[in-house]
């Protein structure tokens, strides 16, 4: 499985952008696709996960009823909206996929496979 994501930026507080990590190779293998993010300094932070049959989402307490991650069934992509963003909020974001099923979403050591990142810089 090989992942790809886009979509980072520079924006001002209160501002929105949208992060995707499209999937190729053996997609369809694919139980769960997230978000972790990590600022300078700090350890990778999970932000929200997904199934890849999209029925089931969980966020991190830090961007719930900010963040929305969704599933682009045409598009074997995952989407990050990102909605009234703290200068908190940057960090480089990694999106991440998992073959099988499990519960330990927000560990890192969850997820088998990685993407590059993308930067996130919001200013205040």
């Known amino acids: 499985v090989q992942l790809q994501a886009s979509g980072g930026g520079l924006v001002q507080a209160g501002g929105s952008l949208r992060l995707s990590c499209t999937a190729s190779g053996r997609a369809s293998s694919i139980y769960a696709t997230g978000w972790f993010r990590q600022a300078p300094g700090k350890e990778r932070e999970f932000v929200a996960a997904i199934t890849w049959s999209g029925d089931y989402t969980y966020a991190a307490d830090s961007v719930n009823g900010r963040f929305t991650i969704s599933k682009d069934n045409g598009k074997n992509a995952v989407n990050l909206q990102m909605t009234s963003l703290k200068p908190e909020d940057t960090a480089v974001y990694y999106c991440?996929?998992?073959?099988?099923?499990?519960?330990?979403?927000?560990?890192?050591?969850?997820?088998?496979?990685w993407g590059q990142g993308t930067q996130v810089t919001v200013s205040s």
């Open positions: 991440a996929a998992v073959t099988t099923y499990g519960t330990s979403w927000q560990h890192a050591y969850t997820w088998e496979y």
